[in-house]
């Protein structure tokens, strides 16, 4: 059974620090992998989805990159906002499957 | 697109009561989810359907949860009867095809007591 651990559970920063987030798995055979954002009381958004063939992927201040041969992954945001706060999960999936496999997330606290 | 539809977002009941939780998906997503998060277990996929038949319902724990999807947009989750370890947000998350990024609703928020 896949595992997914997001380490530290908890992050807060100052604003402008730039954010490491980090999600290791398991089971390191090919994977897809995406990151989630959830604001408190809401649902899930999806970041930025890293296919099994790519190594990374940039949306703005966003960077997240996979290293398949040590099941790992890490989120970079750059230059951390207050309306960056949320907790950020990631999710393993098989290539050509549906089911996601989550980590507990990592809860992040920007600060003015 | 008003996205994923669930509702109700909170719902308060005791235990033994029948609760049915709804979901609208996004127009023209043939998959569709169920999830329950708790703090204990985080995200746990309940059931998978696929143009509105269910494939995978592995994640159901007991029989007092079943789940439809009578059309394209609209499934229900029941669980009858509820007890106070149901409690939980249980999330309905739809997308185009089963391995495209899911879209997830805002939850609703279940408390039995």
């Known amino acids: 059974k896949q595992e997914v651990t997001q380490i530290p559970a908890a992050l807060s920063v100052p604003e402008g620090e730039n954010l490491v987030l980090n999600c290791s798995f398991t089971?390191?055979?090919?994977?897809?992998l995406q990151w989630f954002r959830q604001d408190p009381g809401k649902g899930l958004t999806s970041l930025l989805l890293?296919?099994?063939?790519?190594r990374e992927q940039t949306s703005g201040r966003l960077n997240a990159s996979l290293d398949k041969s040590s099941g790992r992954s890490t989120l970079y945001i750059a230059a951390s906002q207050p309306g960056d706060s949320a907790t950020y999960l990631c999710?393993?999936?098989?290539?050509?499957?549906?089911?996601?496999?989550f980590g507990a997330g990592t809860t992040v606290t920007v600060r003015a | 697109d008003a996205g994923v539809i669930q509702s109700p977002r909170h719902e308060v009941t005791e235990m033994g009561q029948e609760v049915t939780l709804r979901c609208k998906p996004i127009?023209?997503?043939?998959?569709l989810f169920w999830y329950r998060q708790t703090m204990m277990r985080g995200l746990e996929l309940l059931i998978y359907?696929?143009?509105?038949?269910?494939?995978?319902d592995s994640g159901m724990p007991e029989d007092r949860f079943s789940a439809k999807m009578p059309n394209a947009s609209f499934s229900t989750l029941k669980i009858q009867p509820s007890e106070p370890r149901d409690s939980a947000v249980y999330f309905c998350?739809?997308?185009?095809?089963?391995?495209?990024?899911?879209?997830f609703g805002p939850g609703t928020r279940l408390t039995v007591l």
């Open positions: 998350a739809s997308s185009p095809t089963p391995t495209d990024t899911q879209y």
């Open positions: 089971d390191s055979a090919i994977y897809n």
């Open positions: 890293i296919q099994s063939s790519q």
């Open positions: 999710a393993v999936s098989p290539p050509n499957d549906y089911k996601l496999s």
């Open positions: 127009s023209g997503h043939n998959s």
């Open positions: 359907f696929n143009n509105n038949v269910p494939i995978d």
